[in-house]
C-alpha cells in the first residue's frame, strides 16, 4: 500500500464477511508494517476468506501535512494469518486524571475466542478508591450496539455510575472485573489512570487471569 507522503502510520480492521447475516462477521485489527517511506504491508489477518478492510491512516509528528484518512475495500485471502490477541477495557471516570466527568460505566472487549451472544456472557466490577471505599456496578448489553460482531462486547451499566465513583474518594481508583464467558470466570483488574490508553482517555486497560481465549 502506498501513500504519497511521509510521516503517517496506519492500521486495519479486518471484518469477516458473514452470508447471509444483518450484522457483520468478526472483526480484527492489525498495525501496518512501514516497508519504506512512504509504503506499508497489509497481511492477512486470521482465517483465510473474504473480508471488508477498513484501512485507516493518521499522521505523525514528522508529518507535513496533519490529518487522517480512511477507506474499505473488500479483500479475499488464501492463506491464514495472525490473530489479533483478545483485549478488554473498562471506562468509568473521567478523561483527565484531574477531571472526574459523570457517565455510564462501559466494558469493552474484542477479539475474543468464545461466542460473545446475550446470555452466554455476564460482567460486573468492584471500584475502589485510594481510600478503601467501594462500589459495585453491574454490565449489561448496550442499548443501541445490536450488530456487536462475535467475540466482542459492548456492555454498560445502567446508570450513570461516574458521579458514585468519584464520591469514593481520589485516585487511583482500582477496578477488580468479574467477566463470565460460558461457564468460565475471567478476573480483570486495571486501574485508573495509570492504566488509561492514551489515545482512548478513560478507558482503562485490563488484565486477565486466567487470561481471556484468544482465537
Given at each position: 500500500?502506498?501513500f504519497?507522503?511521509?510521516?503517517?502510520?496506519?492500521?486495519?480492521?479486518?471484518?469477516?464477511?458473514a452470508?447471509?447475516?444483518?450484522c457483520?462477521?468478526?472483526?480484527?485489527s492489525?498495525?501496518l508494517?512501514?516497508?519504506?517511506?512512504?509504503?506499508?504491508?497489509?497481511?492477512?489477518?486470521?482465517?483465510?476468506?473474504?473480508y471488508?478492510?477498513?484501512?485507516?491512516?493518521r499522521?505523525?509528528?514528522?508529518?507535513t501535512?496533519?490529518g487522517d484518512?480512511?477507506?474499505?475495500?473488500r479483500?479475499?485471502?488464501?492463506?491464514?494469518?495472525?490473530?489479533?490477541?483478545?483485549?478488554?477495557?473498562v471506562?468509568?471516570?473521567?478523561?483527565?486524571?484531574?477531571e472526574?466527568?459523570?457517565?455510564?460505566g462501559?466494558?469493552?472487549?474484542?477479539?475474543?475466542?468464545?461466542s460473545?451472544?446475550?446470555?452466554?456472557?455476564?460482567?460486573?466490577?468492584?471500584?475502589?478508591?485510594?481510600?478503601?471505599?467501594?462500589?459495585?456496578?453491574?454490565?449489561?448489553?448496550?442499548?443501541?450496539?445490536?450488530?456487536?460482531?462475535?467475540?466482542?462486547?459492548?456492555?454498560?451499566?445502567?446508570d450513570?455510575?461516574?458521579?458514585?465513583?468519584?464520591?469514593?474518594?481520589?485516585p487511583?481508583?482500582?477496578?477488580?472485573?468479574?467477566?463470565?464467558?460460558?461457564?468460565?470466570?475471567?478476573?480483570?483488574?486495571?486501574?485508573?489512570?495509570?492504566?488509561?490508553?492514551?489515545?482512548?482517555?478513560?478507558c482503562?486497560?485490563?488484565?486477565?487471569n486466567?487470561?481471556?481465549?484468544?482465537?
Amino acid at each position: 500500500m502506498a501513500f504519497d507522503t511521509p510521516g503517517w502510520q496506519f492500521s486495519a480492521t479486518a471484518t469477516a464477511v458473514a452470508t447471509g447475516q444483518t450484522c457483520g462477521g468478526r472483526e480484527q485489527s492489525v498495525d501496518l508494517q512501514a516497508t519504506g517511506p512512504t509504503t506499508h504491508r497489509l497481511v492477512p489477518i486470521g482465517r483465510a476468506g473474504d473480508y471488508t478492510i477498513t484501512l485507516n491512516g493518521r499522521s505523525t509528528q514528522a508529518a507535513t501535512n496533519k490529518g487522517d484518512v480512511v477507506t474499505t475495500f473488500r479483500w479475499h485471502t488464501t492463506k491464514d494469518g495472525p490473530n489479533e490477541p483478545p483485549s478488554a477495557t473498562v471506562s468509568i471516570v473521567g478523561s483527565r486524571p484531574g477531571e472526574k466527568l459523570s457517565f455510564a460505566g462501559e466494558l469493552s472487549a474484542r477479539a475474543l475466542g468464545v461466542s460473545t451472544r446475550t446470555g452466554k456472557v455476564t460482567a460486573s466490577a468492584l471500584i475502589t478508591s485510594s481510600t478503601g471505599a467501594s462500589l459495585t456496578v453491574d454490565f449489561h448489553p448496550a442499548p443501541g450496539f445490536d450488530c456487536v460482531p462475535e467475540g466482542s462486547l459492548a456492555y454498560r451499566t445502567v446508570d450513570e455510575v461516574g458521579a458514585q465513583v468519584a464520591a469514593l474518594g481520589p485516585p487511583p481508583l482500582r477496578y477488580d472485573v468479574t467477566l463470565v464467558l460460558g461457564s468460565v470466570v475471567y478476573r480483570g483488574t486495571g486501574s485508573w489512570p495509570g492504566d488509561v490508553v492514551s489515545d482512548c482517555s478513560p478507558c482503562t486497560r485490563l488484565q486477565f487471569n486466567p487470561p481471556l481465549p484468544a482465537l
